[in-house]
Nanobody, 113 residues
Framework: VQLQASGGGLVQPGGSLRLSCAAS????????MAWYRQAPGKMREWVAS???????AYADSVKGRFTISRDNVEGAVYLQMGSLKPEDTAIYFC????????WGQGTLVTVSS
């Protein structure tokens, strides 16, 4: 499975941004799709995930502000981010799991005035 993330950029605090990640290859073997992020000088952390059936889970730090969704036919996962804060600044990575976990290349989100 190959992953291509997009949608990052510079946004002001309080703003919104939508990340997309397109999967190719054996997309029908994908189980969980997820987003992670890594801020400067910090470890990579899990942000949100969505199962094949549509069940979602979120890190406490983004709950109520971010929404994850997926398109099983297209093999895509999305992250709608709202009420963005400077501490949301990070490189965001999409990840999918079949029998193996795959990673995309990351897309930079910068929240700054």
């Amino acid at each position: 499975v190959q992953l291509q993330a997009s949608g990052g950029g510079l946004v002001q605090p309080g703003g919104s941004l939508r990340l997309s990640c397109a999967a190719s290859g054996s997309i029908f073997s994908i189980n969980v799709m997820a987003w992670y992020r890594q801020a400067p000088g910090k470890m990579r952390e899990w942000v949100a995930s969505v199962s094949r059936s549509g069940s979602t889970a979120y890190a406490d730090s983004v709950k109520g502000r971010f929404t994850i969704s997926r398109d099983n036919v297209e093999g895509a996962v999305y992250l709608q981010m709202g009420s963005l804060k400077p501490e949301d600044t990070a490189i965001y990575f999409c990840s999918v799991t079949t029998h193996t976990q795959y990673w995309g290349q990351g897309t930079l989100v910068t929240v700054s005035s």
